[in-house]
């Protein structure tokens, strides 16, 4: 374990040296303002509205990362390791992406079929500021604008595990969760799991037509959970 993040330190050294000579393009999308956990398992991303600006980065809206973790102490300490990371790479949204990337972090899918596409959380000038991601426990996990007053805008968000995405796309199901998993560090079946989040703002450059990303929000700490048996 020590190694492991002593690798990934030297990492970000790397890539700091790299940032540092400006190679990067400069993005002007903002993060979203906040993502927290206000407990009761549940998340709130707090849109900001200045993404809605008509900058030639086209902002289309909001991406959610995830890593689930069989061990707290894991959990923590990739969750410590992102956050370093997110400071280290101000700037540079694109080296932060990879870096999560290599400790296994995956976007969190709509549950639409094996073919979906950014962003998850779609928006436009019309949307409201503050979307509610709740962690059900005995239920499919959900984001919604509204929680729970009204479900026609209700997304249902499922795993980034393309192979079994039929049937272990569910994230509320501890059987779901194998050993050696794409997105899961740990024992299969698990009576609990740590989550790690993060959220970033998507876009298009409308020049390169390439994919662009915002700096990170990383939630503060990892979420413990208790999947359904």
Request: net charge negative; proline share 5%.
């Amino acid at each position: 374990m020590r190694k492991r993040n002593y690798l990934h330190l030297i990492y970000l050294i790397i890539i700091s040296v790299f940032t540092s000579c400006g190679l990067y393009s400069y993005v002007s999308l903002n993060p979203p303002i906040s993502l927290d956990n206000i407990g009761s398992n549940l998340l709130v991303l707090h849109h900001d509205l200045n993404n809605n600006d008509g900058s030639d980065q086209e902002f289309r809206g909001y991406e959610i990362f995830y890593r689930a973790y069989g061990d707290p102490n894991v959990a923590s300490s990739n969750n410590e390791l992102l956050m370093t990371a997110n400071s280290n790479y101000l700037g540079n949204p694109d080296g932060f992406i990879d870096y999560a990337k290599s400790l296994g972090f995956l976007r969190i899918r709509k549950d639409i079929g094996s073919t979906d596409n950014p962003p998850l959380l779609a928006i436009t000038n019309t949307s409201p500021e503050l979307y509610y991601i709740e962690i059900n426990a005995l239920a499919e996990w959900r984001i919604s604008p509204t929680y729970h007053s009204d479900t026609t805008d209700d997304i249902i968000l499922v795993r980034s595990i393309i192979s079994d995405y039929t049937t272990r796309r569910s994230l509320y199901m501890a059987e779901n969760y194998h050993k050696g998993d794409i997105d899961y560090e740990g024992e299969s079946s698990p009576t609990t799991v740590y989550f790690v989040f993060f959220a970033v703002a998507f876009g298009t450059d409308t020049a390169s037509f390439s994919s662009i990303y915002s700096e990170a929000k990383v939630i503060g700490e990892p979420i413990q959970y208790n999947p359904s048996y």
